[in-house]
């Protein structure tokens, strides 16, 4: 058939050099050669790109970055934080919105006490205001030790808010996304915050507003649906997974195997879906150079 | 033959018991109308029993039916006309999405739908209604013009959820699901979304960003599969119908939680049973909320249909003492 020659069926997709395709959490580095007892969490970690066996503390000097081959560890929404902004220059919003359970979810109670323990935080956000090389901007940070970033009402409100006073305040915003998507445990209304954060950022362009999306590891789902691809620049971390559906569920549903590197950042910039990929050590550099360069957004906005 | 569940068969049994008896009465000439009457009556309580308190998994089996009416079935009985426009421009036409402009008593509407096939071949072409990234798209290219020229838009759900394949990953299915979000919550124009089958999460949810959102009474709006849901809770799939109570995801659910304005109601058992009748109740419904929308202005109608949307989410706000 005709169509058939026009139809594109087969892709190239070009791998990155041994990325791999499970990046560790924070607090539980992979599954090593070595026993637990050889390899305690809180003194050693291993790249899982390189192999080498790193200094906790020696990870935690270097922006948890790995030492030999620059493998981008994850990093706590706080340690971003303090890595990127301007020293004593943050003002945190909305710490006082609290999850509740509004659908009686079963285990949920008790997973937002876990996550809650391990994280130090009380949600998947942290949100709020500062200055990076003296501009000022709205920041979000999704946290990954709080129930993997995912977005329940809070996330989304917290979020909603900070675009809210950026546009009071005629301010830019940047927005780290690590999440494994939309909450399950609050049902359809994690799914409508999708919708939710996705309306505020639409206001905030009408604005003429400067939106900065930066995915980093991992960013799925219901994040990856809304409001981390809206970004007027889309940067991403190096090695990132950013995805819709996760690598398991392609497998379990669809009985794909999706090819090495596939998800990455790098995948995902050569597919043309993100805009650069930008180092940890970058980062605040970077972001400095954009924000300034859209500092006349909002006067121009006033004019048109 | 009809699919049908188990929790259907004593009604099945029942109503074929009533039809044995009538070709017996009326083979050997024997007058059976009172005991054929006391048994009727007795379906008919024992439908509006089963029918009428289902459980969130049965909803779920009857919104899943083979024999669900799809978009297209409703099509005829919602519209006096409906040309559809095809393809989003950029790669190509995706079968698990239909649009285009329609007559909606009288008015021209821009129309937008989720279509699942019927059958494996249908289903197969439309990729059992889970849109790719190139379905989204053309969606919004529809909607947008639909928001250029000044028509009311139209949204109808029925989706296990957004295609989940290498090829989705490739083209951006998280940005083609977002811009949807973007852009609908942005327009100046009455946008109704109504949910006929399944609405599988941000799939469906590309198309939910309405004014007005309206749910048939057997349909069901999850932020995951129940299967899902089961699997990552309990480690199994076929405790599915747990996950179906625990989601609360029924139109009644989402209809107190702030999500749904409107329950249509379907004929008992199910919209299959009784097309005309679903389609009526729909019909209805739109027209009600689409006079209402029309009278509004364009302004308050954004500004509203963001309200709405702010309004979602439920948690606690602890005051800070000064």
């Known amino acids: ?304 | 033959m009809l699919q049908l569940f188990d929790f259907e068969k004593p009604i099945a049994e029942l109503e074929q018991k009533i039809t044995e008896l009538q070709k017996f009465s009326a083979d050997k000439e024997i007058d059976l109308s009172q005991e054929i009457a006391i048994l009727e009556k007795k379906a008919a309580s024992l439908k509006m029993e089963i029918y009428g308190n289902l459980e969130p998994w049965q909803k779920v089996q009857i919104a899943r039916h083979s024999e669900r009416p799809n978009f297209y079935d409703y099509v005829p009985l919602l519209f006096e006309d409906f040309i559809e426009l095809k393809g989003d421009r950029l790669f190509a036409d995706d079968h698990s999405i239909a649009g285009g402009i329609a007559l909606f008593r009288g008015t021209p509407v821009t129309v937008v739908a989720q279509v699942k096939g019927k059958g494996t071949k249908e289903n197969i072409k439309r990729n059992f209604g889970m849109p790719h990234p190139e379905g989204y798209r053309k969606a919004l290219r529809l909607m947008d013009q639909a928001e250029k020229f000044g028509r009311p838009i139209l949204t109808f759900i029925d989706t296990p959820g957004a295609a989940c394949d290498l090829a989705a990953e490739e083209r951006g299915q998280g940005e083609a699901i977002a811009r949807c979000l973007l852009a609908m919550a942005g327009y100046h124009v009455p946008v109704i979304s109504t949910v006929i089958g399944e609405g599988g999460s941000g799939g469906a949810l590309a198309l939910g960003v309405g004014n007005v959102v309206l749910m048939l009474d057997n349909s069901f709006y999850s932020v995951i599969a129940p299967e899902s849901c089961a699997s990552i809770l309990w480690k199994d799939t076929t405790k599915a119908k747990e996950a179906a109570d625990a989601l609360k995801f029924t139109a009644q659910d989402l209809l107190r939680l702030g999500v749904v304005d409107e329950v249509v109601s379907e004929p008992l058992g199910g919209a299959h049973k009784n097309l005309k009748h679903t389609a009526e109740g729909v019909s209805a419904a739109i027209s009600k909320y689409l006079v209402r929308l029309r009278s509004e202005t364009p302004q308050v109608l954004r500004e509203n249909r963001y309200q709405k949307l702010r309004a979602i989410g439920v948690y606690q706000e602890i005051t800070k003492n000064l």
């Open chain 1, 1 to 304: 058939m005709f169509k058939d020659i026009f139809k594109k069926t087969k892709y190239v997709t070009i791998q990155p050099a041994q990325v791999p395709r499970h990046s560790p959490s924070e607090t539980s580095p992979p599954q090593t050669t070595l026993s637990k007892k050889e390899l305690p969490d809180s003194l050693w970690a291993k790249c899982p790109k390189c192999g080498e066996v790193l200094f906790n503390k020696d990870l935690e000097k270097n922006a948890r970055v790995c030492t030999k081959c620059e493998y981008h560890f994850r990093i706590s929404a706080r340690g971003r934080l303090t890595l990127l902004v301007d020293e004593d220059s943050f003002e945190e919003w909305d710490a006082e919105l609290l999850t509740i359970d509004p659908l009686e979810f079963p285990g949920y109670e008790g997973k937002l006490r876990e996550a809650h323990e391990k994280s130090g935080t009380t949600e998947g956000v942290l949100t709020g205001l500062a200055k990076i090389e003296g501009i000022s901007v709205v920041l979000a940070f999704n946290e990954a030790n709080f129930m993997m970033g995912s977005m329940g009402s809070v996330v989304g409100e917290k979020i909603v808010r900070a675009i809210e006073r950026a546009i009071d305040l005629s301010l830019p915003v940047v927005i780290f996304s690590t999440s494994g998507g939309a909450r399950m445990q609050e049902g359809i209304l994690s799914l409508y915050q999708m919708a939710k954060t996705s309306a505020a950022l639409g206001k905030l362009a009408d604005k003429h507003l400067l939106y900065i999306s930066v995915l980093t590891d991992p960013t799925f789902g219901g994040v990856t649906a809304s409001y981390a691809s809206l970004g007027d620049i889309l940067i991403a971390e190096p090695n990132a997974l950013i995805g819709f559906t996760g690598p398991r569920v392609i497998m379990q549903t669809m009985r794909q195997e999706l090819p090495t590197g596939a998800q990455t950042a790098e995948f995902n910039q050569e597919h043309g879906l993100i805009d650069l990929i930008v180092q940890r050590a970058q980062m605040r550099s970077v972001l400095a150079r954009l924000l300034r360069y859209h500092q006349e957004g909002a006067q121009y906005a006033a004019t048109v």
